[in-house]
């Protein structure tokens, strides 16, 4: 069993940085692959990034490439995103969820057993 906690959510202007944390309990966390999803409010969940679980292989949506990064600590059970350059298109509540196939770096939310509850994101215009 995994479970999940994102913090580091919040309101900034356009251009802007914030960076999501996601700290997960569970002795196992080191052999799962993560990812964070996003949804904003009316639209579907939508896969933004994954990271296997040694951290060697990475995933972006076309929409962050180049902006957002991910990045784990397997000591510290904590997988981060970077987001610089943040547009209002990135409103959404991100999510970040655990991947038990850890070399999978899947984005199909299909493919992911646990889920945090989310964090807002507000990125104002």
């Known amino acids: 069993q995994v479970q999940l906690v994102e913090s580091g959510g919040g309101l900034v202007q356009a251009g802007g940085s914030l960076r999501l944390s996601c700290a997960a309990s569970?002795?196992?966390?080191?052999?799962?692959?993560m990812g964070w999803f996003r949804q904003a409010p009316g639209k579907e969940r939508k896969f933004v990034t994954a990271?296997?679980?040694?951290?060697?292989?990475?995933y972006y949506a076309d929409s962050v490439k180049g902006r957002f990064t991910i990045s784990r600590d397997n000591a510290k059970n904590m997988v981060d995103l970077q987001m610089n350059s943040l547009k209002p298109e990135d409103t959404a509540v991100y999510y970040c969820a655990a991947n038990r196939r850890g070399t999978v770096v899947a984005a199909n939310g299909n493919f992911y057993d646990y889920w945090g509850q989310g964090t807002q994101v507000t990125v104002s215009s």
């Open positions: 569970g002795r196992t966390f080191s052999s799962y692959a």
């Open positions: 990271i296997s679980w040694r951290g060697d292989s990475t």
